[in-house]
């Protein structure tokens, strides 16, 4: 059974930095692209970065450009997500995602990795509460 565990998260201050890991059991993690998606209270899902198999193609959602880096380990099974320059609007759940790469040598777009719909497995979140 493939298991996410997201850790790292914590109130900071607006301005601060954090990072979140999320370490895969159960699977092959150097199989699976990775992302991370967040849901404030009442909003929809929003697609944070996202990163290919190998690790060197990375996507981000726009309101993330320039603050947050996703990369990846794929000896410790681990995706992590630098967030720096953290805003109020930041607070939310942070959840990671995995997708099974079923063609390896294919073209996958920032449209896959934005929609939720593709991943197959998910993470319970943990929570990034960013204060003034």
């Known amino acids: 059974q493939v298991q996410l565990v997201e850790s790292g998260g914590e109130s900071v201050q607006a301005g601060g930095s954090l990072k979140l890991a999320c370490t895969v059991s159960?699977?092959?993690?150097?199989?699976?692209?990775m992302a991370w998606f967040r849901r404030a209270p009442g909003a929809d899902r929003d697609f944070v970065a996202g990163i290919n198999y190998r690790g060197d193609t990375t996507f981000y959602g726009d309101s993330v450009k320039g603050r947050f880096t996703i990369t990846r380990d794929n000896t410790k099974n681990t995706v992590y997500l630098q967030m720096n320059a953290l805003k109020l609007e930041d607070t939310s759940v942070y959840s990671c995602?995995?997708?099974?790469?079923?063609?390896?040598?294919?073209?996958?777009?920032?449209?896959?990795?934005?929609?939720?719909?593709?991943?197959?497995?998910w993470g319970q979140g943990t929570q990034v509460t960013i204060s003034s």
């Open positions: 995602a995995a997708n099974i790469v079923m063609a390896p040598n294919a073209r996958y777009t920032a449209s896959y990795f934005r929609t939720p719909a593709m991943y197959d497995y």
């Open positions: 159960g699977g092959t993690f150097s199989n699976y692209h």
